[in-house]
């Protein structure tokens, strides 16, 4: 069996090759590890990782990466439902009554949901 994907292609991350310089800030600023660089090209490696926190694209000098918030972290949202440990995301994910994922809450440890 392999991995479990909750959501798949609902991020809003993208990144436009052609006005990207390939400085590569947005690898060292992604706390999940969504782009790559290799020999001067940015690459997004992990789209479906990206928690649209926006530090790429706020600190990207060409304007190359646009993101808006929306999913953030929804795979804690969806885990914490679920039962199952979010201690991935920098979020902490808490039902008000246990078990009862019709009144999950979220409260960010980093501002990043």
Do not use: W
């Not at 993208?14 to 782009?35: D, I, M, Q, W, Y």
């Not at 990207?60 to 929306?70: D, H």
């Not at 991935?88 to 960010?108: A, R, Y």
């Amino acid at each position: 069996m392999g991995q479990l994907i909750y959501l798949k292609d609902v991020v809003t991350l993208s990144l436009n090759e052609e006005k990207c310089a390939g400085c590569g800030t947005c690898v060292v600023v992604c706390p999940h590890n969504v782009f790559s660089l290799n020999n001067g090209k940015v690459a997004i490696v992990d789209r479906d990782a990206c928690m649209e926190c926006g530090a790429c694209a706020t600190n990207c000098p060409t304007e190359a990466i646009t993101v808006q918030s929306g999913v953030g972290c929804a795979a804690a949202v969806i885990n914490a439902a679920l039962g199952r440990n979010s201690s991935s995301c920098c979020c902490v994910i808490e039902p008000k009554k246990p078990g009862d994922p019709q009144t999950i809450i979220q409260n960010p440890k980093s501002g990043c949901c």
